[in-house]
């Protein structure tokens, strides 16, 4: 968490061809981030390799990718090498696999197994031998000058323990409030000295989905957007333990966001109603999200959205709760305006 700089990163996809990685940088954003899941998104590595030839000083990595997807050599190999070709400009996000794995028929990973994996992997990338299923582990590849940061996808407290103790990072999924932003850093900063580490050996990233509405948290009526509202709360409930009840106190606890009992009711019914064969490309839990009125609540947790005045708002709120970097995605409408639009606002909070 060294230095006050605020510093902010939007997702890039390997169809872009490149105008918007160069764009991007042009506008003043410090990384490019590419999501990682084979059933629902190109390549992220070819994508990191094209944007690295395109532009010149923008970090570079995954946000998040997960175990499962091949072995920890076979990953930290691929890392190595885009290191190197980008001139020290790569980072790896890597999280337990809650969309990739699930998205392919498999479980993600539990906590203690995503560690293991994620350690090898950041010790193999960096040249140093390991331990994975029991036994040691090297490579006789050269590795970069430069180490490849290891942040990981942590929301809640055990995700930001292995963090302290083993990564270089924590990436924030579901920010929803101030609270939530101080509860993060005292966290971390907990985890960190219990491994006789410092909060400044750590970056912490906040997702802010920050989407330009004309009206006020309108980002919830937006074709598309409302569906992933709908996926998002499914997060929320899975990675709070899938719990039938009592939900407001797991979030107070795990995440310190402080939610409404009777929200917290309806949210614990909505996942009980789930379809998951019904969660991309349908209406269907749009339509439910609205039968139990969680549509306000949610277009205001997981998303600042309306003028740029608005946008600016929330964003300032969370960057004097102690938030200093940012990833923010354009899930719809047109990707290089919505670039130029929220990088004007955001370059003014500088």
């Avoid at 000083?57 to 090498?81: D, F, I, S, W």
């Avoid at 479980?107 to 390991?130: C, I, N, Q, S």
């Avoid at 990981?152 to 270089?168: I, K, L, M, T, V």
Wanted: hydrophobic fraction near 40%; charge should be neutral.
């Amino acid at each position: 968490m060294a230095g006050d700089k605020i510093r902010y990163g939007y997702f890039g996809t390997q169809g872009d061809g490149g105008e918007f990685w160069q764009l991007a940088e042009n506008l003043g954003v410090d990384a490019l981030a590419w999501g990682e899941s084979p059933t629902q998104f190109a390549d992220p590595y070819l994508g990191m390799l094209r944007a690295s030839q395109l532009t010149k000083k923008v970090m570079m990595g995954t946000v998040v990718t997960c175990p499962g997807l091949r072995h920890p050599a076979t990953h930290a190999n691929t890392l190595q090498e885009l290191q190197k070709a980008s001139n020290g400009r790569i980072f790896c996000g890597i999280g337990t696999g809650d969309l990739a794995l699930i998205e392919m028929g498999e479980k993600p990973y539990k906590m203690d197994d995503f560690a293991a994996y994620a350690r090898a992997v950041r010790d193999l990338t960096a040249g140093r031998e390991t331990e994975w299923n029991g036994r040691p582990l090297r490579m006789t590849t050269t590795p970069p000058e430069k180490p490849v940061p290891f942040w990981y996808g942590a929301d809640g407290p055990r995700g930001s323990q292995a963090a302290g103790r083993f990564g270089d990072g924590i990436i924030i999924a579901q920010v929803g409030s101030p609270d939530v932003v101080r509860t993060v850093i005292a966290r971390a900063k907990a985890s960190a000295e219990a491994a006789g580490r410092s909060i400044e050996d750590l970056d912490l990233w906040f997702m802010l989905r920050v989407v330009p509405t004309e009206k006020e948290n309108g980002a919830v009526y937006v074709d598309g957007l409302d569906e992933y509202a709908t996926r998002a709360m499914r997060f929320m409930w899975r990675t709070a333990g899938g719990p039938t009840e009592g939900l407001d106190e797991i979030l107070l606890k795990q995440r310190g966001y402080k939610i409404d009992p009777g929200v917290a009711e309806r949210l614990c019914e909505f996942n009980r109603l789930w379809d998951e064969t019904k969660a991309f490309n349908s209406k269907f839990h749009v339509e439910l999200m609205d039968k139990l009125d969680l549509r306000e609540f949610a277009g205001s947790y997981f998303f600042i959205s309306g003028s740029d005045e608005r946008i600016a708002e929330g964003a300032q709120a969370l960057i004097d709760a102690g938030a200093r970097n940012f990833f923010t995605p354009f899930m719809v409408g047109d990707r290089l305006d919505n670039a130029r639009r929220v990088s004007k606002v955001l370059n003014k909070l500088r």
